[in-house]
């Protein structure tokens, strides 16, 4: 089936515009079952696909994979019997009626503003990557974007003067996101003062660059942002992501509405931001709890 396994690829990304890591993942899983029918059920067409077949799969995959892994897996599977149906090459689409696996909803760690504060005070401004750390944390924490959209964004995309840069999000769409003022200042500290030092006479089109004078890297990110959350006594578990999570909570308690936020954030439908509305509950809950002279457990 590889020539449609071609033209599913073709799918994912022109027609569905999904993300690069997401058709990767899409195409791994029905790779891998594509090889489950050729090598145990010699199955190389897509008129031969049946029920049963399908079912027998789906048993191993429960078996062998977490409840994340196995959705995320038969989501590809979902998406490929759709498409094969699409392009009339089953007539029964056998996919359609299996359930997805019920998940628990784990909300995302975030920071008190306390603790954003204290990550900025741990900053050493007075060397390149300092203020390289600072325009990172200013661009994250203050305007709430991916950790990919950050790390990607390029000198054509600044418009400091304007305040807001321009970003390439999930399935190649662009949008306009605010800058704040500490976030344009930030910026313009470190242009001035710390990426030529870094660059090393390396010409790149990225903002953010790393100490050998090239792209900034996810985990390089990370490295950092754990050192300077150490340096500040934070013991939460904390990633780039977090201080996404953590723009969007505070900006939340403090009275932006859920339609606002999903722009910002790129969110494709309004469900993925109403997550930051439980963990507003939640910690309204909690001080709640802290503060009531009644409202303690006993």
């Known amino acids: 089936m590889k020539y449609i396994y071609k033209d599913y690829e073709y799918y994912l990304k022109k027609e569905k515009g999904l993300s690069n890591n997401t058709v990767t993942n899409y195409l ?14 010699q199955i190389k067409k897509p008129r031969h696909l049946d029920k049963k077949t399908l079912d027998n799969y789906l048993k191993g995959l429960r078996k062998k994979y977490s409840n994340a892994s196995f959705a995320r ?17 089953i007539d029964v689409d ?10 628990a ?9 306390e603790e954003v504060k204290a990550i900025f005070e741990a900053l050493d401004l007075e060397t390149p990557l300092g203020l390289r750390n600072l325009c990172l944390l200013e661009f994250i924490y203050g305007s709430g974007l991916r950790v990919s959209e950050l790390l990607n964004i ?13 970003i390439i999000g999930k399935g ?4 306009y996101v605010p800058l704040s003022t500490y976030a344009v200042s930030a910026c313009r500290n470190y242009l001035l003062k710390g990426r030529e030092t870094l ?3 390396n010409p ?3 903002l953010f660059i790393n100490i050998n004078g090239t792209q900034l890297s996810r985990q390089g990110f990370y490295k950092e942002l754990k050192k300077l959350a150490e340096k500040a006594n934070i013991d939460k578990e904390i990633s780039p992501h977090t201080l996404r999570h953590s723009f969007a909570t505070h900006l939340l308690e403090n009275g932006m509405d859920l339609r606002t936020l999903q722009t910002i954030l790129g969110h494709e439908d309004i469900s993925t931001t109403q997550i930051y509305t439980h963990i507003s509950n939640k910690r309204l809950k909690d001080v709640y709890i802290k503060a009531h002279p009644r409202a303690k457990e006993e």
């Open 73 to 89: 897996k038969l989501t590809a599977i979902k998406n490929f019997y759709n498409f094969l149906n699409l392009e009339q090459e």
């Open 172 to 175: 190649e769409k662009e949008r």
């Open 105 to 113: 909803k784990k909300l995302p760690s975030v920071l008190s503003v």
């Open 28 to 41: 791994f899983d029905v790779k891998q079952y594509l090889d489950f029918l050729e090598k145990y059920h």
């Open 199 to 201: 660059l090393k006479n």
């Open 154 to 166: 390029e000198l054509k995309d600044l418009h400091l003067t304007e305040k807001y840069v321009s």
């Open 204 to 206: 790149s089109l990225y």
């Open 94 to 103: 056998f996919s359609k009626d299996i359930p997805a696996p019920k998940m």
